[in-house]
């Protein structure tokens, strides 16, 4: 599975950004899919995962309620709406592909490439 991921960019504090994570392959409902970021000086951290249908989700307690992630299958992409951004939300983004099962750890098998997130204040 290659993954492609885009959508980041600079905004002020405050705004939304939609991240997509395009992804190749014929079997992509057959992966969960994660979100991760990691800023400057620190380790890579969660943030969202989703179930290869997309019936179970997880949200890192520090973006609940702003941060929503989605997929859709037919498209083979995987999604991450950010809103009411913060200037911690500040980081280089990574979608990740696992095989079967969701999970917060960052054991993926997959990862893709990275996208840039910076939030002004």
């Known amino acids: 599975v290659q993954l492609q991921a885009s959508g980041g960019g600079l905004v002020q504090a405050g705004d939304s950004l939609k991240l997509s994570c395009a992804a190749s392959?014929?079997?992509?409902?057959?992966?969960?899919m994660g979100w991760f970021r990691q800023a400057p000086g620190k380790e890579r951290e969660f943030v969202a995962a989703?179930?290869?249908?997309?019936?179970?989700?997880y949200v890192a307690d520090s973006v609940k309620g702003r941060f929503t992630i989605s997929r859709n299958n037919a498209k083979n992409a995987v999604y991450l709406q950010m809103n009411s951004l913060k200037p911690e939300d500040t980081a280089v983004y990574y979608c990740?592909?696992?095989?079967?099962?969701?999970?917060?750890?960052?054991?993926?098998?997959?990862w893709g490439q990275g996208t840039q997130v910076t939030v002004s204040s």
């Open positions: 990740a592909a696992r095989t079967y099962s969701i999970s917060r750890s960052d054991d993926y098998d997959y």
């Open positions: 392959g014929r079997t992509f409902s057959s992966y969960a």
């Open positions: 989703i179930g290869g249908n997309g019936d179970s989700t």
